[in-house]
């Protein structure tokens, strides 16, 4: 299978930044889509950003402007660049990762084990 190692998370002042990680390993064949999602506290999952194999991004309206998913495919990795932080930006992130592993091109979908970011007003 695909493991995922996050990374980069902890805590900002208001408008501080901090840079997230995700890292994927294993027999990795290809990787379509990344996505970064955020849970805080008492509330949904949302998506926050999402970069595809073309190198096509979309935002959440609320990050728009302040984030930036990038990708570097040799590493497996996936990046999230948060600028201009909020404290609504309080939240546990999780980077999602989809593509196909093993000599068998097997479709996979794996989630990190979440980073926490807290924004300190």
């Known amino acids: 299978q695909v493991q995922l190692v996050e990374s980069g998370g902890g805590l900002v002042h208001t408008g501080g930044s901090l840079r997230l990680s995700c890292a994927a390993s294993?027999?990795?064949?290809?990787?379509?889509?990344m996505y970064w999602y955020r849970q805080a506290p008492g509330k949904q999952r949302e998506l926050v950003a999402v970069i595809i194999s073309g190198g096509s991004t979309n935002y959440a309206d609320s990050v728009k402007g302040r984030f930036t998913i990038s990708r570097d495919n040799a590493q497996n990795t996936v990046y999230l660049q948060m600028n201009s932080l909020k404290p609504e930006d309080t939240a546990l992130y999780y980077c999602?990762?989809?593509?196909?592993?093993?000599?068998?091109?097997?479709?996979?979908?794996?989630w990190g084990q979440g980073t926490q970011v807290t924004v300190s007003s």
């Open positions: 999602n990762l989809n593509g196909y592993y093993g000599s068998s091109y097997s479709s996979f979908s794996s």
């Open positions: 294993g027999s990795i064949f290809s990787i379509n889509s």
